[in-house]
């Protein structure tokens, strides 16, 4: 390598150095140096310069632990020392901007849901710096040192430059959301699709937590999945949403908004399944749903009590769903496959209908193992923010900032 390329070599790896042992004490601690040396696989002065640096800035602290090879005596171990700081995550979803402040354990201190109309005289990034100010205003006296501003939210996003291209529920084209907020906050941004940020935090706290291998299929207004390889996020950094839900299911099926026939989302997503189960319902007079709001939990309720209509509605989408992850399970040969989605509410009559389809159409070797459960969290809040977080201090990237600054 020549010279021009060496610092900066020398600064990923001091980088990913740091990163790792920031995580190893996340993870098991308390630890002592020693052991942090061995798992890192780090010289000891390495360790002991990392860790004065995190002790310094107030990130990690001495703790008490036992030392098995020292006759019980008491060692010192270190830990996290998550209180000193927080960040901002945020969440943008069809007219609601939810904000919150964690601190680096993820740790909720408050949250707020404050309503953002489609319709409004002034621009939606204005309108969204705005809100942010506000909301450190109001809430200045619980704040520790601010470390970054995490933000998910459904649309087409360059990762990489923190632009969104486009929103379903918004008129946004190119909104450069990532480096305005940057320059008017000061803070790093961290922008990410909210499914494949969902998807991080069922990996890194959730229910794909140990995992390698996961793919994790969302069905809620659009269907769409993340996918978790080698025990991490598969994106592309600029479109990081695996788009599952404009595969075609039915030539002849209904047109989907991308232009399509029988899309998988003209069958899967809630609104068109209540469509279907509203078409349905004049041809099924016996069904208990005549007496019922039609709400995706009175289809589900109705289902697990019986009803032949809602139960085979709930097939048909497990069906559906079932040949795509076949396919997706011949791919990546996963552990898990996790679902997201109000329809979980039936998991008793959906998952096995899934978990048989895959088991069909899919090389057996791959889908004998393969389990078929939900995620841990729903697509509500802002625990996916904290994923991407968490995720920069585990790489180093945010971890360096802070270290320096």
């Known amino acids: 390598m020549n010279?021009?390329?060496q610092p900066g070599y020398i600064d990923q790896i001091k980088q990913?150095?740091?990163?790792?042992v920031y995580r190893l004490i996340d993870q098991l601690a308390p630890i002592s140096r020693i052991e942090l040396s061995k798992r890192a696989h780090l010289a000891p002065a390495s360790i002991t310069k990392i860790v004065r640096e995190l002790l310094e800035v107030h990130l990690v602290k001495e703790v008490e632990c036992q030392d098995i090879s020292n006759r019980g005596r008491p060692a010192i171990g270190l830990a996290l020392a998550p209180e000193a700081w927080h960040y901002l995550s945020a969440r943008i979803s069809r007219g609601t901007l939810t904000l919150s402040l964690r601190d680096l354990s993820s740790k909720l201190v408050v949250e707020e849901h404050l309503p953002l109309a489609a319709g409004h005289c002034d621009p939606l990034l204005k309108r969204i710096l705005c809100a942010v100010d506000q909301f450190f205003i109001r809430h200045q006296s619980k704040l520790e040192r601010l470390t970054a501003i995490a933000i998910t939210l459904l649309g087409t996003i360059d990762v990489a430059s923190g632009v969104v291209h486009h929103m379903p529920f918004y008129p946004v084209r190119d909104m450069p959301l990532g480096p305005s907020l940057?320059?008017?906050?000061?803070?790093p941004v961290y922008l990410q699709h909210d499914i494949s940020a969902w998807t991080m935090a069922e990996a890194l706290f959730g229910a794909a937590r140990g995992s390698q291998n996961v793919i994790q299929i969302v069905i809620d207004h659009h269907v769409g999945a993340g996918i978790i390889t080698g025990g991490h996020v598969l994106h592309t950094g600029r479109h990081s949403l695996v788009e599952i839900g404009h595969i075609q299911v039915d030539p002849y099926g209904k047109r989907c908004y991308c232009g399509n026939y029988g899309c998988l989302e003209t069958v899967a997503s809630i609104e068109n399944l209540l469509e279907i189960a509203q078409q349905r319902l004049g041809a099924s007079m016996n069904s208990s749903l005549h007496r019922l709001p039609l709400t995706i939990e009175s289809l589900c309720d109705a289902a697990l009590a019986g009803d032949h209509l809602a139960q085979d509605i709930i097939f048909g989408v497990g069906y559906s769903l079932g040949g795509i992850l076949a396919m997706m399970v011949?791919?990546?040969?996963?552990?898990?496959?996790?679902?997201?989605?109000?329809?979980?509410?039936?998991?008793?009559i959906l998952h096995p209908a899934i978990a048989s389809c895959i088991r069909q159409r899919s090389l057996p070797a791959y889908s004998e193992q393969v389990q078929v459960g939900a995620t841990q969290f729903s697509n509500q809040g802002t625990m996916p923010g904290a994923a991407l977080v968490k995720e920069a201090l585990y790489n180093g990237s945010l971890l360096v900032q802070l270290l320096q600054g």
């Open 330 to 348: 011949n791919l990546f040969n996963p552990e898990k496959i996790l679902l997201g989605s109000p329809l979980n509410r039936a998991a008793e």
């Open 16 to 20: 990913a150095n740091a990163g790792g």
């Open 182 to 187: 940057e320059a008017h906050i000061g803070l």
């Open 3 to 5: 010279a021009v390329g």
